[in-house]
């Protein structure tokens, strides 16, 4: 069972938006840093973003700098990913992680999926006219 669960994937054409949404319902988020990664047919899963658990820090896989924004309100216990532009090669299943730890360094350096504990089932994304 997991404990996190996405919405918000589907099927958009190239240069459109859209927003992923995490909802943690069995635990509080505030004191958990949170990632988002995504898996294309073939490839590794790939950290796409991070958020610290007071959302003070945050960090991007180059390919998506300028036009995806994680963000997190941990009020309504969720954590978003809104996704600008999309291009074709962003097509994948994409994963919600987390991880307790509300240190501002978490999300320094790569985005390892090692580094993360608790999981979603994904969430597909696919771009394509």
Request: charged share 20%.
């Amino acid at each position: 069972q997991s404990l996190l669960l996405e919405s918000g994937g589907g099927l958009v054409q190239p240069g459109w938006s859209a927003r992923l949404s995490c909802v943690a319902p069995d635990f509080t988020l505030d004191r958990y840093t949170f990632a988002w990664f995504r898996q294309a047919p073939g490839k590794e899963r790939e950290g796409v973003s991070c958020i610290t658990a007071n959302g003070d820090n945050t960090n991007y896989v180059d390919s998506v700098k300028g036009r995806f924004t994680i963000s997190r309100d941990n009020a309504k216990n969720t954590v978003y990913l809104q996704m600008n532009n999309l291009k074709p090669e962003d097509t994948a299943v994409y994963y919600c992680a987390g991880v307790w730890g509300p240190y501002p360094t978490m999300c320094a350096g790569a985005i390892r999926k090692e580094q993360f504990d608790y999981w979603g089932q994904g969430t597909q994304v696919t771009v394509s006219s």
